[in-house]
């Protein structure tokens, strides 16, 4: 029970201690670049994966040398 309270309280502590608005501030030197567009976004961090997921299934598959039943 103690275990969880401490748990707990440090979970609690660590959230309220790391404000997500402190990433809105600029450091010196930043230099974010232009932004990427929703197609781009979407076949960066869907379709890319996806592909990669096949390709190495599909090598997987080809080059299986188990015997088949």
Do not use: W
């Amino acid at each position: 029970m103690r275990a969880g309270a401490v748990a707990a309280g440090t979970t609690l502590m660590m959230l309220l201690m790391s404000s997500p608005a402190l990433a809105l501030t600029r450091d010196d030197g930043d230099d974010p670049g232009q932004g990427i567009g929703v197609g781009e976004t979407l076949g960066v961090f869907v379709g890319l994966p996806i592909v990669l997921f096949l390709v190495i299934a599909g090598l997987v598959m080809v080059l299986d040398r188990s015997k088949k039943a």
